[in-house]
């Protein structure tokens, strides 16, 4: 057995199961479309994105995760997360009502085994410095969780 198969994540723990669940599918759906996905970044702004994409030629989407109607009626911070993407997105569950989703954002239907796509969002394409910036954190994020993957012991860089 090679070094690389005894790496096993950790449980984030900062989701519910059922959100989890929704991630794991969205991420999979996109994975077959090409793209490479991280969860929880934190943007610019602070903002923790719950799932980035990042396609070959460098499209970037974010797709909030939404476990509920709770969930989605009090979260008011979505809007923000337009300025760091190409596309949003959301992804649900089949529980929550497709009808409560805004229009202008693309919508997932999804579980722990995969997702299908509902509804492709509008493209509003970033500007050349924030799609480098966001691209960097990107990169950057995903070495450093790699890195403390493969060493627990590492120094804690940005997540």
Known sequence: MSADED??????GRQSATASAVARG???????????????LVLASGRRADLVAVGADGTIL???????????????????????????FFAIPETVPVEIMPDDAGLILADAYGAMLLREAPEHRLAAAARK??????????????HRLADPEAGAGPL
């Not at 790496?7 to 984030?12: A, C, N, R, T, Y």
């Open 26 to 40: 969205a991420r999979r759906m996109l994975s077959g479309l090409g793209y490479s996905t991280i969860t929880e």
């Open 62 to 88: 974010i797709v909030e995760i939404k476990s509920s109607i709770e969930d989605f009626r009090v979260d008011v911070k979505w809007p923000e997360y337009r300025a760091f993407c190409d596309r949003l």
């Open 133 to 146: 910036a966001l691209l960097l954190r990107f990169a950057r994020a995903a070495a450093d969780r790699l």
């Open 7 to 12: 790496l096993v994540l950790p449980p984030d």
